[in-house]
C-alpha cells in the first residue's frame, strides 16, 4: 500500500487521494517520496509529490526526471523555482534509490518488487500551532518515524535501528537538523502556497463541506 494525504494508506498505486476532510483554516503541506525496486506497470522507479491540503501541486518522477506543477495557480512561480526544486528531486531520487538497496540488504532481500516510501510535512493549525512529521516505511509497514517531542527518530522494525542509532548519535543529531525545516522552512512555504492558491483551496474547501 501507498501513503495519501491525509492519514491512510490506500492500497492503490500510485497513490490517489483518500476522502478527507478539508478544514477551511487549518492547511498542511505534505510531500510523499516513493521509490520501489522493480519500476513497472507504469510505476515509475522514484516519484515525489507534494500537495497542500488534498490538492496535488507539484510532481517529479524518475521519468520526467522535471519538478512539474500540478496546480494551476503553481504556473506562477519564477523559471528558478523549477530549476532549483528539479535539482532537489534528483538529489532525492539518487538518495530514494539508495534507501531501497539498503532496506533489501537489511531485511535479506535479493530480488522482488519492494517500496520505499517517505512521508514528511508540516501542518498549521487556525490556532496558530504548528506540527510537522517525517516518517519511513518499507513495504508497507512503519520502518522509522520521527518523534518531534525529542527529535529522534525510533525504529519500528528492528531492521531500522542501525539507521535510528547512526540518525540519533551526537554526530549526526539527524532530528534536530531536520526540525528547523518541518517547523519553519516547511511552514514559510505552507503559508505562501495558501496565499498563492487561496482561491482554489478556499472553493476546494467549500465543496468538501458541501460533500460532508
Known sequence: ???????????????????????????????????????????????????????????????????????????????????????????????????????????????????????????LDDDGSIRGYQQYRYDGGEFIALDTQTWTYTATMSQALITTQRWNSPEEREGERNRNYLENICIDWLKKYVENGREELERRGEAHHHVT
Open 1 to 123: 500500500p501507498l501513503y495519501c494525504a491525509r492519514t491512510r494508506w490506500c492500497d492503490s498505486a500510485p497513490c490517489v487521494i483518500c476522502n478527507t476532510l478539508y478544514l477551511s483554516d487549518s492547511h498542511s503541506l505534505r510531500y510523499y517520496k516513493t521509490a520501489v525496486s522493480a519500476p513497472g506497470s507504469g510505476i515509475p522507479e522514484y516519484s515525489y509529490v507534494g500537495y497542500v491540503d488534498d490538492q496535488e501541486i507539484v510532481s517529479y518522477n524518475s521519468v520526467s526526471r522535471r519538478m512539474l506543477p500540478r496546480a494551476e495557480w503553481m504556473k506562477k512561480e519564477e523559471p528558478e523555482y523549477w530549476e532549483d526544486n528539479t535539482q532537489i528531486g534528483k538529489a532525492n531520487e539518487a538518495a530514494s534509490r539508495h534507501n531501497v538497496r539498503i532496506a533489501m540488504e537489511r531485511f535479506n532481500q535479493t530480488g522482488g518488487f519492494h517500496i520505499f516510501q517517505l512521508m514528511e510535512g508540516c501542518e
